[in-house]
């Protein structure tokens, strides 16, 4: 089934230390998402990619980077987390033209110690 | 720029009962609207959207929504609640004529009692 998938699913990092999390789809769409969601909270967007345009919100962190190698990975690095950055970690895709829906993958759970 | 409100941040029903969330919208024009649903730990999935057309929609696992132009609103409704039903439900809209990226609500809690 064509799907989003993330890994790991779980993280555990130190504080300062940096971190990694990636995302690949096999569904070919052309735009891909990160949100940030803490507990009860919505999805935030942090940024996301229009083919390999990349564009930021204007509020994420500079300690939050991505890079899309291919159409089917993206990864989030965190350069030096923070513990205000445990969250969960989606990425979501969408295809252009089919009206902003959204498919989302499992997440990452971050946590920083 | 579009905006998305999920008045009640918990609903408690019994099992079997019937349920209603809530979500108006603030758009110039008709939007897209949206019901995910996340379950503890996991991911957003898509129970139902709404793009145009019928106002009326059916989504998966039972449930349905209707899109009220004159009241800006958008509400998720399931006749017979199961337990498994339990989760956090998001309404969120995409502005037809600007911005692909859709705006989220604050979601939702849904609690199911036996």
């Known amino acids: 089934d064509a799907m989003v998938i993330q890994n790991p699913r779980y993280q555990v990092t130190q504080f300062g230390k940096p971190v990694t999390l990636s995302c690949s789809q096999t569904?070919?769409?052309?735009?891909m998402y990160w949100y940030q969601q803490k507990s009860s909270q919505a999805p935030k967007l942090l940024f996301h990619?229009?083919?390999?345009?990349?564009?930021n919100e204007a509020d994420t962190p500079d300690n939050f980077q991505s890079r899309r190698p291919n159409t089917s990975f993206c990864f989030l690095d965190i350069r030096s987390p923070g513990l205000g950055d445990a969250a969960m970690y989606l990425c979501?895709?969408?295809?252009?033209?089919?009206?902003?829906?959204?498919?989302f993958g499992p997440g990452t759970r971050l946590t920083v110690t | 720029a579009q905006s998305v409100t999920q008045p009640d941040i918990h609903i408690t029903v019994s099992e079997g009962a019937s349920l209603e969330l809530r979500c108006n919208y603030s758009?110039?024009?008709?939007?897209?609207l949206f019901w995910y649903v996340q379950s503890p730990g996991q991911g957003l999935q898509l129970l139902l959207k709404?793009?145009?057309?019928?106002?009326l929609v059916q989504g998966i696992k039972g449930f349905e929504a209707e899109f009220k132009r004159s009241q800006s609103s958008f509400n998720l409704r399931k006749p017979s609640v199961h337990w498994s039903d339990a989760a956090e439900y998001f309404c969120?809209?995409?502005?037809?004529?600007?911005?692909?990226?859709?705006?989220f609500g604050r979601g939702t809690s849904l609690i199911v009692h036996p």
């Open positions: 979501a895709t969408s295809r252009e033209g089919r009206s902003y829906e959204q498919y």
């Open positions: 990619y229009y083919d390999k345009d990349f564009n």
């Open positions: 569904l070919n769409h052309n735009v």
């Open positions: 758009y110039g024009a008709t939007p897209y």
């Open positions: 709404y793009f145009s057309g019928d106002t």
């Open positions: 969120a809209v995409g502005a037809t004529g600007g911005s692909y990226i859709p705006t």
